[in-house]
Structure formats: C-alpha cells, structure tokens
C-alpha cells in the first residue's frame, strides 16, 4: 500500500508565494512520475505539473513561467514552489504518484489566494 499526502497550502495574498509539498510512503518499489493538479470550487480537477524520475519537467500553460516543480528521488517527495500567485490559482491541489502501473492520491492541499 502506498500512501500520498500533501502539505504547505494556506492563505496568502495575490503576488505572494508558497511552496507546497507531496510525500508518498509505504510500499514503493520505485517511482515514475509525480504530478500535481488542482482543483478550483465548481471546476473539474486539471493538471498543472509533472516531474519525471529523470527530473524532466512540464507544466500547463496557466502556471508556466510561475510554478516550479522539483523531487527527492531519495525522500520520495515532490515539491511545488508557486509564485507570483493569482487569485485564479486558489483551488485544492492535489499530487498523484506513479508507482508502477497504479497511481496514486493525497487528499489534497487548499490554497487560497486574496486579491
């Protein structure tokens, strides 16, 4: 069983910065990608960001230029460092784990932006 949690979301102000913060644990064998997504009230979930296990990265366009995604292959973790953040940006994020065919979810992170 792998377990994925995710940490660091707040409330800051529209300009300001966080960084958040994916831990998987429990019985990994190896991890593939990471990803982050998030989802506004109201809204379907989307992806924002994807770190492979080589460390290559891609992000959607809304938070490219802004959002920085890194990981710890030794830690299993996967952080997301935002900036210049947007009202728009306030959603649950949410980071899934690819550990071998099965992927898995934290339960998400609020981040509230105020303008």
């Known amino acids: 069983q792998v377990q994925v949690m995710e940490s660091g979301g707040g409330l800051v102000q529209a300009g300001g910065s966080l960084r958040l913060s994916c831990a998987a644990s429990?019985?990994?064998?190896?991890?593939?990608?990471m990803y982050w997504y998030r989802q506004a009230p109201g809204k379907q979930r989307e992806w924002v960001a994807t770190?492979?296990?080589?460390?290559?990265?891609n992000y959607s366009d809304s938070v490219k230029g802004r959002f920085t995604i890194s990981r710890d292959n030794a830690k299993n973790t996967a952080d997301l460092q935002m900036n210049s953040l947007k009202p728009e940006d306030t959603a649950v994020y949410y980071c899934?784990?690819?550990?071998?065919?099965?992927?898995?979810w934290g339960q998400g992170t609020q981040v509230t932006v105020s303008s």
């Open positions: 899934r784990a690819r550990v071998s065919s099965n992927n898995y």
């Open positions: 429990g019985s990994i064998g190896s991890i593939h990608n």
């Open positions: 770190i492979t296990s080589d460390g290559y990265t």
